[in-house]
């Protein structure tokens, strides 16, 4: 790697909680040890089940963890941006396998270092090792954070959360969805005209109004009701 580009990946990695309060000198040399992998839109980086023998940063763009189940159906497990650890919860285990698919949503740079060089690192400095472990638990949280959600919420009740969330984001009753419908129905694991229907009931109900990925909270007790209800 060309200096210029190992000072872009370093600034990037040192904005990870990973390497928060980590001595700038022994990120550098982190980085040395690694090499880059770069992708363009919608390409997958790896697949379920492909061995984990790396620690696989996310060093630039933004990717998707996928879950295909054996119908075919696509569910969205995480959406990444940079920079960003990957399976970190899973690097160590006696498996060591990536649980998801992860694909481009965009151009991305990625970083992968030899596991047992990341070890080394990990042994030699306690700041890095502390992040990494409260790393590896906010991430446990997240994934049953999301376990819940796609089991135990309806479709409606995510919409309705997603909708409370962007009013929260702008503090205003109309909102820009950041995502498409394609992307959101794979992040509520649901199918594209599943929910569409909901949308179109939500208006029927004059509970909403939209235009493109606009959208206007005209009931916003509705809104909140459904999306806090357990």
Request: glycine letters at 4%.
């Amino acid at each position: 790697m060309k200096s210029e580009e190992i000072g872009r990946i370093v600034h990037s990695l040192s904005l990870c909680v990973c390497f928060e309060n980590v001595n700038t000198q022994l990120i550098i040399e982190l980085v040395k040890l690694g090499h880059t992998e770069h992708y363009g839109a919608k390409e997958i980086v790896r697949t379920r089940g492909e061995e984990c023998d790396e620690a696989l940063f996310l060093v630039d763009g933004e990717a998707f963890g996928l879950f295909t189940n054996p119908d075919g159906r696509v569910l969205q497990i995480d959406h990444m941006f940079a920079p960003k650890l990957l399976a970190s919860a899973t690097m160590f285990s006696s498996t060591s396998k990536y649980p998801v698919d992860v694909e481009t949503a965009r151009g991305s740079l990625f970083l992968s270092i030899p596991k047992e060089q990341f070890i080394k690192f990990l042994m030699k400095d306690e700041t890095l090792l502390k992040n990494f472990l409260r790393y590896i638990s906010d991430s446990f949280e997240f994934v049953t954070d999301r376990f819940y959600e796609i089991t135990m919420k309806n479709l409606v009740q995510k919409v309705c959360a997603y909708l409370c969330q962007l009013m929260d984001q702008v503090n205003d009753v109309v909102v820009t969805m950041n995502m498409t419908k394609e992307e959101l129905a794979r992040e509520f694991g649901a199918t594209r005209p599943a929910l569409s229907r909901v949308f179109t009931e939500l208006e029927k109900l004059g509970v909403i109004e939209t235009e493109g990925k606009r959208v206007k909270i005209i009931d916003e007790r509705y809104i909140r009701d459904y999306a806090y209800m357990y």
